[in-house]
């Protein structure tokens, strides 16, 4: 593959060595200094090499002892030792699971964030320091003080009929056509895309879906077996024409769009091209998938109307939910969708979890109905809008000239496209030693590969953070393009 | 059908109607008595027949104003009207799901437990008069204060490390082979259920249980299109020689047992069978699913060790939760696996539903590393003795002669058979307009079928309530037996 970077080839060849049993597991692996000459490679090429394994769970530095073969992901242990019985070939027995490769690159993400005193850019959600902690404490003590055990015992599945009633004023009032009847509650927005991809991808089914997008989307569909079908974002979306060929190609189930605040890129989607996009759908028969996650974090003007209130024929399912905007911990989200989906999705639902917590849900209730879920967006975005300022000049100061990124009117995060050529994995190895994280681009591409793309958080820090962590990744940014530009 | 009972005959005749479209959706039926009169039969079973088909959600009793077709559970509604588009052919795009007798059945048991002032038997918990509210109310409000935003964060997908801590010590005392890595934390007992059913088992698959058992065990297994195969219990829990010929006509994937408190019949299985369980699943390569979910409800002599403790292998997984014995809104539970399946289960969560609320997490980790949960489990499992013991007198001095129970050593539940041809749907009906209502016993088998079966719940009633519930249960029992007696 001499295509492929050097430090590629470098963990091609190791990954081989470990598969093959050449390199055992719990051996150790040689010096960066040692590789780098044996190879005649540079030792940032072997350190991107070891990294990437390092991601991947393959391999693991431990510190003054060097580097070991562990062939899982550090969290899970080898089995235990056993004299008697023999284990079953479980990896073998393991239905279809989401690309290990974007799962080992998110759990390193989630590691480096993790740590201590990491300036973390990397996270998709808000400032826990702002969360309405005490009003959920009031709340919920207040629900337990009055409901007692009722409000602890168990739920329907279809989600408390308080919380229904809550999501479906809220909603209304976005112009999604919601009843109480036409909405059931779910596990956070993830667990909705779950069950819509349940209920309609069988495997081999394609799906077409914006490239770069969601994780969590990804993740559920390479579950069901689905054959993805990236199509590409301009500045208002995803591309028409393109998902028209995929269309026109056939065999597509479903198309899932995030097209308010898109993740990672921001874009919004506007009125004229959701039409065309819902005509579009309409005209091939094939149900669209509404993710609104992130609508509530927004600096500016007027939203357009969601794809669901643009469709007559009820075809366009939505899910969204409040983990983002927020708080991730109450894990409640809902989905709208025709009767006969959601009659399958509840029951899918009563095989899967039971029920969400009704403690949570009826707190959620209550703070949508007092106003001040309302109220907590004005001031979370105002001060969000400051944050995501405060990122552009710590960018347009400390970043490379040639790396490109956009403002967007709302959600908490920033896409940063570093020149070609620039590896988003070597600078995330190389920023997390210095003490700050962030999603390196590939983890949101149906084809992770290494990318010149970051997404960064801007809501969860302060401004003097931002400015420091940019500073750092700046300066590591700039040497990467450096080293690029004169090879 | 002659075979028949006459109710389904008219039940039958019934739904063919509604199918081939001559009463179509809307339409009113004729009255109890006009249709007795029609068909020539009485009108209980007219009855009979309509309280079935509302319980499959294809009709609705509206008061003052007769019974309509409905074709849909009540509440999922009809599409909304629309003059442009055209709705997709949904039913024909879903994927398969739960039974839709049973889901039918549950859908029609907890809208009738919920209403107003009846006599649940059908719970299968414990009382929420009883829930430890204060002690969640002082635990969430210190965290909230201490950690703040910090425990409404996000979390790990394998779960808060102080709970897996928790976990891993709690089971570590009833001889599970536990750690905080080889196990994870799962959104009630019934995620880890359906984590593993998705894991192991594929369209056709067989996977042998209990029969009668769980329901959310079997609405995952109908769900992942399992070819489930119904082992019966005898008083010692599954019988080995008829689940031996099953392995030995080959192609079972798993087998799933509840041998600890078994539900719905509260067996538990003695440690010689345990042994021998184990050993036969090894000698055919089959791994084991034990649900533990019901444990800390106990009267009396020790359990017998758990089957992951006697199977050496690794082969046996182990699933459980604290939501039936301790809150049922936590819905927090564990799964314990081997690093291979434990790892693809962590990687599907996160594309189900991100995580657990770290809150909750952190709330339960509290109260069982602070001893409060132990106290918990003494105090109900002496107060829900009492209502055993009341139970076992009702059903003496109420019930048919010919009824059977038995007073199982633990669990919320007795399960009670009725003389042999009396319909358990018919005593649901007639109960439900007395103001009882109990879980009729077909919910819990592999083939939903009407059954001379009651589950009743005794824990979550004092023991009045208990002994004016079963009084009117009881009657009723009574006249259906004497009539099946008589013809």
Not at 24 to 36: D, K, T
Not at 90 to 115: C, I, K, T, Y
Not at 297 to 319: K, M, Q, T, Y
Not at 464 to 472: D, E, F, T, V
Request: aromatic residues 6%; contains cysteine; hydrophobic residues 45%.
């Amino acid at each position: 593959m001499p295509d492929q970077p050097l430090y590629r080839q470098v963990q091609d060849q190791l990954i081989g060595d470990i598969l093959r049993g050449r390199t055992p597991v719990g051996s150790r692996l040689p010096s960066l200094r040692r590789l780098a000459e044996d190879l005649g490679v540079s030792r940032i090429t072997v350190e991107a090499a070891y990294e990437a394994l390092e991601a991947q769970g393959l391999i693991e530095a431990r510190a003054r002892s060097g580097t070991f073969v562990t062939r899982h992901g550090g969290h899970v242990p080898e089995p235990p030792e056993s004299s008697q019985g023999r284990a079953l070939p479980w990896e073998a027995r393991l239905a279809r699971s989401a690309n290990p490769a974007r799962e080992g690159m998110l759990d390193q993400v989630f590691r480096a964030s993790g740590a201590g005193e990491a300036i973390s850019f990397a996270w998709g959600a808000g400032d826990p320091r702002l969360f309405p902690v005490d009003a959920f404490r009031r709340i919920i003590g207040r629900i337990l003080r009055h409901a007692g055990g009722d409000a602890l015992g168990p739920g329907y599945t279809q989600g408390d009929p308080s919380l229904r009633a809550s999501f479906a004023s809220y909603l209304r009032k976005l112009d999604f056509p919601a009843s109480q009847d036409s909405i059931m509650v779910t596990s956070g927005s993830q667990q909705a895309i779950d069950l819509v991809v349940g209920a309609l991808v069988r495997p081999g089914d394609r799906v077409a879906v914006e490239d770069p997008t969601w994780p969590g989307a990804l993740g559920a569909l390479e579950a069901a077996g689905a054959d993805i079908v990236g199509v590409p974002l301009d500045e208002h979306g995803m591309r028409l024409d393109v998902l028209q060929e995929a269309l026109e190609r056939g065999g597509v189930r479903l198309i899932y769009t995030v097209p308010t605040f898109h993740n990672p890129t921001g874009t919004v989607m506007p009125a004229s091209r959701r039409r065309e996009l819902v005509a579009l759908a309409q005209r091939h028969g094939v149900p669209i998938l509404e993710d609104d996650a992130l609508r509530e974090v927004r600096f500016g003007s007027p939203l357009p109307p969601p794809l669901a209130a643009l469709d007559p024929s009820g075809n366009v399912l939505a899910v969204g939910g409040f983990s983002k905007s927020v708080l991730p911990a109450a894990r409640l989200g809902y989905l709208l969708a025709p009767p006969k989906l959601l009659q399958w999705a509840v029951a899918r639902k009563r095989s899967m979890d039971l029920f969400c917590s009704p403690l949570i849900q009826r707190a959620m209730s209550v703070y949508m109905d007092s106003g001040e879920a309302v109220r907590y967006w004005k001031r979370i975005s105002r001060i969000y809008a400051q944050r995501q300022r405060a990122m552009d000049e710590a960018l347009a100061h400390h970043f490379p000239r040639t790396a490109r990124w956009r403002r967007a009117p709302g959600g908490p995060v920033m896409w940063v496209r570093l020149p070609e050529g620039v590896s988003a994995r070597v600078l995330f190895a190389e920023a997390a030693r210095a003490g700050v994280t962030f999603a390196p681009g590939e983890a949101f591409f149906v084809q992770p590969a290494d990318q010149p793309y970051l997404r960064l958080n801007f809501a969860a820090l302060g401004e003097q953070q931002i400015a420091r962590g940019i500073a750092k990744l700046g300066a590591l940014a700039r040497a990467a393009t450096k080293k690029e530009t004169v090879k």
